[in-house]
């Protein structure tokens, strides 16, 4: 398992491309692996910053992304003199020992406007193109067209287009005979990327492995899926997570929810659109957070944080429900603030935070009208300097904000429960009786009531959508999971992921991949969690001494690091596992052996699910080429697959 970015050849530019997937498939099958797992290859260049490196906020679900283009593959031996003078830039990236995205791209588009002149008409005189673009002309076009808009605008938020700014089928053809060049660039990048992966995959065939791709559970708000079809998404709503041991505040994704009424009336066509194009180059699809199919987080478009959404759809509490408390629903839903709590919260700054962004109304204190939503409280930090001490004042206030304990709905007299209610000093300020009233209704709410209606919104999607495709499908089933998914899942043959230290039961500490199901993938880490090294690091002494006996069944000595012959005894417990497949990051492979494990597993890290802002660009230390080399290493992987039966 790997990004496609994270991967490393002597002959790749500063980061993963395309043709670097046949290279590891030649390893994989050297050393008996039939799998290769990469992140989402989608498009996501929207600001063309180091932000776009994010994979899951695509601006296209059906585009390629132009940094996967393998440069001597286009250029071919009639123009290979003009890729000399990229070389010295190819050496200097590509030696790095992480991905410098914003280099990378703007050295590869430099070359694309260089090569684009001199092969674009024999390119479009090629019946495969001319097969490639009317097969894919229906996402093609508008593509295009928003990325010409884009880059003539210099944003992609398409409502500041002018009179673009609405999408209509005409677009793409005026566009055409005023920009040909700047929109038939775009055909002319795709078809390439087309081609490359679509090599890569029979090359992986040959080898006798099979490739799993990924598909995002959302799109970029300013996507051009979002432009072409905002019939189908809630735009005044973001999705994301609930809080968790990982994000104490919840995850804001920032992408619009979708409108699924409007979309199940076309029969779900734009999502079997997906899969159906997916499978041009997967055998194999993992989809991200299909318990979004089941129910959503939805986070207002004032919040900044996730804490403050909700379940959708979910069965409302009503005010009748309420009856006998103590409180106001006025006061439950306001953000509950007092002087000692301001001096408790801000020490030496409560004065300055209560003068500029507060006020008292009948006795109670409340934020000003200006200041009375997360978005707007980061309007106001814009405009002063972005560091630590505003950065702290700025996430104190937003966590006041969110000091509530019901969220409001459009009906009245209807409430969601605030997730982690109990942790508000709101809650702990009520008296006995009002706080047995809420948790009776809180432990209903997010655990008994919701069931049948999330079952049934997972039944009324997902089998039109995984119908549409022949690739086997992997479901992301982590976090705060429903009792119904389980049953779901195996009822419709999805797998399931369990990783063994997320445990899915509430009993276990860890989960035992001797127990998982056989209609599963089990993995000891992911893209959003630590290594295993990382994990080891972070956790205590008494937790690794569990995990040895309970786990492992040995009697070892604990170490602060995770030695070798531990990560090697996680990867066999796994791969011995009932589970149909054992998915491994390559850095857990690099730790079984002193000689491919770097000093630092935090370096190893991929993503911080916690950080909206991350900078996603691990790169692996060692190069494919150089990796075939480490014989040992390779067959210690041979024998331990070997020896599973896999």
Known sequence: MSPVFSLRSHDSFGVGEFNDVKKYSDWANAVGIRLIQVLPVNDTTARKDWHDSYPYAAISVSALHPMYLHLPAVAGEQYASLLEKYEAKRQELNLLSQVDYERVNKAKWEFIREVYPLLKAQTFAETEYEKFFLKNKVWLEPYAAFCCLRDTYKTADFTQWDSFAVYDETIATSLLQENEDEIKIHYFVQYYLHL???EAVAYAHTNNVVLKGDIAIGVYRHSVDAWQYPQWFHMDTQAGAPPDDFAVSGQNWGFPTYNWEAIKTDNFTWWRQRLQHMSRYFDVIRIDHILGFFRIWTIPYHAI??????????????LNELYGMNASTERLMMPYITDDLLSEIFDKEAAYVK??????????????????????IEEYFRAFENNDYNNCIKKKLYDLLANIILIPTKEKDAFHFRFNMQSTSSYRSLDDVTKSILCRLYEDYYFQRQEGIWQQEAYDKLPAIIQASPMLVCGEDLGMVPKCVKNVMQHLQLLSLEVQRMSKNAQSEFDDPSRTPYLAVVSPSTHDTSTIRGWWK??????????????????????????????????EQHLHSWSMWSIFLLQDLFAMDENTRVEDPDTERINHPENPHHYWRYRSHIAVEDLMKHELFNERIKNLIAASGR
């Open 196 to 198: 490359q992966l679509k």
């Open 305 to 318: 944080q996730g804490i403050l959404g909700h379940f959708e759809p979910a069965i409302p509490v009503r």
């Open 355 to 376: 003068e500029t962004f507060l006020t008292k109304n009948h006795g109670n204190i409340r934020f000003k009208q200006e200041y009375s939503t997360q978005r707007k």
């Open 538 to 571: 972070e956790i205590p002494y008494d937790k690794k001494q569990r995990f040895i006996y309970d786990q492992l069944r040995r009697h070892a000595t604990v170490e602060d690091d995770c030695p070798p012959w531990l990560a090697e005894a996680i990867i």
